[in-house]
């Protein structure tokens, strides 16, 4: 045991020492002989046999506030706990619990906790909040959920607030679902009302675990305990229907929502025109994306490049175009992979001429496009024996700065041979080699395999003549 005299001029020195210094100055003091710690007593100045005084309450929560090492935090709460008539205030007890809690040393935090009981200390039910996320972090949903039942043995209510913690906590564990749901269901026999939060938190986890029916059945239950469901209710089913490729539900989602005047979010058009779109239901999606505004939600560029896309992939880029168009008018400017996405399509479809119209539009509003998409703009150039548009694609890229890839050179380049003389195809090099290219441009990977052919061309001339 620690000698009782010792004074506030220790407490004063470990402010900001190392843990082993605290217990090596302890140490000293308890290896004293009992002679030397006589002839260090009768060395004292004696004030009618008062003990020096170790300061108060307050002295010791700003000293074990300001400590870093949570152990040598314990051992100053512990030093001060035994002096006579020394009482530590709550404060204090509370700063200690949450410096252990977070250092994970659980087992000490848990011990000064039950203390608190033991003493009569009024616990503010912020400390079990702390305690509760400290778990939580801990990855510890076992301990968390215990923390429930401890806020009862502390004859206080657990708070609302606190049932969503640790249902949150609960629900990132699929193994503690089934648990999570029996607190839900227990709780208002303990006091605790389940708000919209509560019900969110348990239906999104039961949708993303497939379990589709628990999520509506909470979601029903929610009109019927007079929680009122919110945008965010509403979404986790839809998402989960779409999911399970039940988009027409969703869509009767949406309505039942709107006609109970909520407002959707852009999260839930997103996830019906992604659904609607895979489903290859276009008509659906365009009268969805032009409801968005009329029903509070503007588009934005990811709503109508979405729908954008599910036209391209079903051939239909022409009706892709106009939605494209329409876009400014509505407020929406489009960016680089709307033009992409149309390009592409258009190209799929044979479409060459009018691709490389939105080539240049997009490269004019400072686009550059994705080598795969000039590629399989030149190569269909190439195929029709559009040779003089390919190399016009070619020079506008690079033009603006683009480095077409080296599949690209390695496809138009043969073409160019095919189609034209030998005399001709410099002539076109020359024009394509006027453009100024940069250092990153890689025409220098095919001019080996360029030269090569060109030689193989002439050789085979001379000799058929």
């Not at 210094?21 to 003091?29: E, G, Q």
């Not at 629900?171 to 679902?177: E, H, K, P, T």
Request: glycine share 4%; hydrophobic share 35%.
């Amino acid at each position: 045991m620690y000698h009782a005299s010792l004074s506030y001029s220790f407490l004063s020195k470990v402010r900001k020492p190392s843990f082993s210094y605290c217990l090596t100055t302890l140490s000293h003091h308890q290896k004293q002989e009992p002679n030397d710690r006589y002839r260090n007593n009768e060395q004292e100045p004696k004030e009618g046999n008062k003990q020096p005084s170790i300061g108060s309450p307050a002295r010791i929560q700003k000293l074990i506030a300001s400590q870093s090492d949570p152990l040598l935090a314990r051992e100053i709460f512990d030093l001060a706990s035994r002096q006579p008539n020394f009482r530590h205030s709550y404060a204090t007890c509370h700063t200690l619990i949450l410096k252990l809690g977070r250092s994970h040393h659980f087992s000490l935090m848990q011990a000064l906790l039950s203390s608190l009981k033991s003493k009569n200390y009024s616990i503010s039910p912020s400390l079990f909040t702390h305690i509760i996320q400290i778990y939580g972090d801990a990855k510890m949903p076992d301990k968390a959920l215990k923390t429930f039942y401890t806020i009862l043995e502390f004859n206080i209510k657990p708070l609302t607030k606190q049932l969503n913690c640790i249902l949150e906590i609960l629900v990132a564990n699929n193994n503690f679902l089934r648990p999570a749901f029996d607190l839900f269901r227990a709780a208002h026999k303990h006091g605790v009302s389940a708000n919209t939060k509560s019900y969110n938190i348990l239906m999104r986890a039961f949708c993303l675990s497939g379990d589709l029916s628990i999520g509506y059945t909470l979601f029903n239950q929610m009109f019927k305990r007079d929680v009122l469901p919110d945008v965010e209710s509403y979404r986790i089913l839809m998402q989960a229907l779409c999911r399970k490729s039940q988009v027409n539900r969703a869509v009767d989602l949406l309505e039942d929502m709107l006609n109970k005047g909520f407002v959707p979010d852009t999260l839930s058009y997103t996830s019906l025109l992604n659904s609607l779109c895979r489903k290859k239901k276009l008509k659906e999606a365009y009268k969805l994306l032009c409801r968005m505004k009329v029903k509070g939600c503007n588009p934005d560029i990811v709503h109508y490049n979405t729908v954008i896309s599910g036209f391209c992939k079903v051939g239909r880029a022409a009706d892709a175009c106009k939605i494209l168009e329409d876009m400014p008018s509505n407020g929406c400017l489009p960016n680089l992979s709307s033009y992409q996405n149309i390009v592409g399509g258009l190209c799929n479809q044979g479409m060459y001429d009018e691709a490389k119209t939105y080539v240049k539009l997009m490269m004019s509003k400072g686009f550059s496009p994705h080598f795969s998409v000039a590629h399989i703009l030149v190569t269909g150039f190439c195929r029709i024996g559009k040779i003089e548009d390919a190399c016009e694609v070619l020079c506008e890229l690079l033009g603006h700065g683009n480095s077409p890839h080296a599949d690209t050179w390695a496809e138009i380049l043969p073409s160019v041979c095919e189609e034209y003389d030998t005399e001709a195809t410099g002539d076109l090099l020359k024009q394509v080699l006027k453009v100024e290219i940069k250092r990153d441009t890689r025409i220098v990977h095919v001019g080996a395999a360029l030269e090569e052919y060109l030689t193989k061309k002439i050789k085979t001339r001379s000799r058929t003549s």
